[in-house]
């Protein structure tokens, strides 16, 4: 409980010691589980649990979630059982709208169609590999076209790793920027109002 409490409450108005470990596990967890879903939905071209489908409505709720946080969590430490298992659902559904939504952004900007990757990633690896053959042609002889081919095929692995990096650090990146901007707006929700007009804040 107090592992979840941490999560989902965040550094802010979690009692526990949970923000103040790191946990480059979750970080990866979290950027691997939203590569897995936005993969899925550029191969399939359907969602899976319906994330990536970013629309109206879930930006509606999503803000409430926003600019309510600090009111759910103001009191939780003093909330009956079934009051904290309300607050932590609602937190896993705004984790699951922030998953989505990076999903939402990230997709459209993936502009080589599903049905057109294999000959986009066939025509990339012979144009690497030719560049770097010419570029060691100079030199002549089997050895330099050894050379070229070795070179582009680094450079090949090299770019595919970045770019599964990419994949998952980028979900984190915004979770982290996304955590940071509520932070920022539960500190300043705290101090002008809740600790001013509410005797118990926990």
């Known amino acids: 409980m107090d592992y979840a409490e941490g999560l989902f409450l965040g550094r802010y108005w979690s009692d526990t010691d949970f923000e103040n470990r790191r946990h480059v596990e979750l970080f990866l967890l979290y950027g691997i589980l939203t590569a897995i879903f936005l993969i899925l939905f550029y191969w399939t071209g359907s969602p899976l649990m319906g994330v990536g489908r970013f629309g109206t409505f879930s930006i509606v709720i999503m803000s409430i979630m926003f600019f309510l946080n600090p009111v759910l969590?103001?009191?939780?430490?003093?909330?009956?059982?079934?009051?904290?298992?309300?607050?932590?659902?609602?937190?896993v559904y705004k984790a699951y709208l922030i998953m989505s939504l990076t999903v939402s952004l990230i997709l459209p900007r993936l502009t080589v169609q599903s049905n057109g990757l294999r000959d986009f990633l066939i025509d990339y690896l012979n144009s690497t590999l030719e560049r770097y053959t010419d570029r060691f042609a100079s030199g002549g002889g089997s050895f330099s076209t050894v050379m070229g081919v070795l070179t582009g095929g680094i450079h090949v692995v090299l770019v595919f790793v970045l770019g599964l990096a990419a994949l998952i650090v980028v979900p984190g990146l915004f979770v982290l920027i996304f955590k940071a901007v509520q932070y920022v707006y539960d500190f300043i929700i705290d101090r002008l109002i809740l600790r001013r007009f509410f005797r118990y804040r926990r």
Do not use: A, E, Q, S
């Open 73 to 91: 969590c103001f009191r939780y430490y003093i909330m009956p059982l079934w009051g904290k298992i309300c607050v932590l659902t609602v937190k």
